[in-house]
């Protein structure tokens, strides 16, 4: 059994590394820079390893003329959304599209990208069905099993995570048992349709329990309490959830949410709760940035942000929310440096206009505050006379991770968190 990857990014190329051990495997992506770094050994993601890469037997390729006379295409292409909010299937289209024109007959087609239900059958299927002039369950079969990558998490790795899948008829789902049963525990899922609906709702569920903490963090700093104290006694009870405030960015948390709010107006149901949840966590840039701003004293200050990928210990910055939280500074008069050793300065200069600086290079006694923003490996393990080298005397260290809560700071060094 032959099987292609399309799509090799955070998504596609975790998977195409495992099933290359079981099956031969092709990886295609149209982008001719990342086939050509794979093929060196380089993954730009640091998901995987040069050795991983060395060791794989993919044949990686970015030409659609390499992909045909496979017997299953995955599919792991992005589903971002406009700047509406609204799904943005255009990926997804191109990808069907382009499959439509090499697939044979009895070919498999399995999605991983978070969408919507229905998305699958009634628009990638007869995206197919059109290009190619094949019959959707008759001449090529479809399947879904989302993705449940997490990024920079060496721990939660895709062999250690169970895969649902579903697939158009019993004989597909063997299919999908059989493949991805090779690499991990697999659950099927009643049909097509309830896998979709069951991923758009993972993300929208974890967006809206951070949107609460979000919201407790503004609630109780009225009255200067902690959050992240109140949480410690919060979660002495067995069956507290435990989730903590922050800022919500990324292709996942941020962006499912919009996909199932925009399938429940199609069914005349109002997302409150869904859609509430977005509201929260978009404006929490603002409120943390009137917060450092008044731990300043609301005086025009140097700023030192350390961070600014989405989320920790990965060089991903698409939809960061670091982003709008300095633009928010810089409104307020801050002059604002910025540090992130794993995000790539061409792409944080193309993407925010932002030039990033280097830990090593920085001026010493210089910074009125300096924000921990990201919770990088790199950044939690400075010890705290290499934090207070950096600031002023006064100056602020505003902890947005409270990942500096166990430190002993130099009197002049005052700490704020949340």
Request: charged share 20%; proline share 5%.
């Amino acid at each position: 059994m032959k099987i292609c990857i399309i799509g090799l990014g955070y998504v596609g190329l975790p998977l195409a590394i495992k099933l290359s051990q079981h099956y031969p495997t092709t990886g295609f992506d149209i982008d001719t820079a990342r086939i050509n770094e794979l093929r060196t050994g380089h993954d730009r993601t640091l998901e995987i390893s040069s050795a991983d890469l060395q060791h794989s037997t993919i044949d990686f390729t970015s030409k659609v003329s390499s992909i045909n006379q496979h017997d299953v295409y995955i599919v792991t292409v992005p589903t971002p959304v406009t700047k509406k909010n609204t799904p943005d299937l255009g990926l997804l289209k191109k990808a069907s599209q382009m499959l439509g024109r090499v697939i044979s007959k009895n070919a498999i087609i399995v999605y991983e990208s978070t969408v919507y239900p229905g998305v699958t059958e009634d628009f990638c299927g007869k995206i197919i069905e059109k290009t190619s002039g094949l019959v959707c369950g008759k001449d090529f079969f479809l399947g879904y099993s989302p993705e449940r990558i997490n990024p920079g998490d060496k721990f939660h790795t895709i062999d250690k995570i169970t895969k649902v899948v579903a697939g158009q008829t019993p004989a597909v789902e063997d299919v999908l048992k059989e493949i991805y049963g090779k690499i991990t525990k697999v659950f099927v899922a009643r049909n097509i349709k309830t896998a979709e609906a069951a991923k758009v709702i993972e993300n929208t569920q974890r967006d809206i329990n951070i949107a609460f903490m979000n919201e407790l963090t503004q609630i109780f700093h009225a009255d200067q309490i902690s959050i992240y104290d109140v949480l410690k006694a919060a979660q002495t009870k067995w069956n507290f959830l435990s989730f903590t405030p922050g800022l919500v960015g990324g292709h996942c948390i941020g962006v499912d949410p919009y996909y199932l709010a925009s399938y429940a107006k199609k069914r005349k149901v109002s997302p409150r709760i869904t859609l509430a949840g977005r509201y929260v966590n978009d404006q929490m840039a603002g409120f943390l940035a009137a917060q450092c701003h008044a731990s300043l004293h609301k005086k025009k200050s140097s700023i030192l942000v350390l961070g600014l990928t989405f989320k920790e210990n990965v060089p991903d910055l698409r939809n960061t929310k670091i982003a709008p939280f300095i633009k928010h500074l810089e409104a307020l008069g801050h002059t604002i440096d910025v540090v992130d050793p794993l995000a790539d300065p061409a792409e944080a200069f193309q993407l925010y206009g932002l030039t990033l600086r280097s830990l090593e290079d920085l001026p010493k006694n210089h910074y009125d505050c300096i924000v921990g923003a990201v919770h990088h490996t790199s950044f939690s393990s400075l010890s705290s006379a290499a934090l207070a080298s950096l600031g002023k005397n006064p100056c602020c260290l505003f902890d947005v991770k409270n990942m500096w809560s166990q430190l002993e700071f130099p009197p002049h060094c005052h700490v704020a968190s949340l």
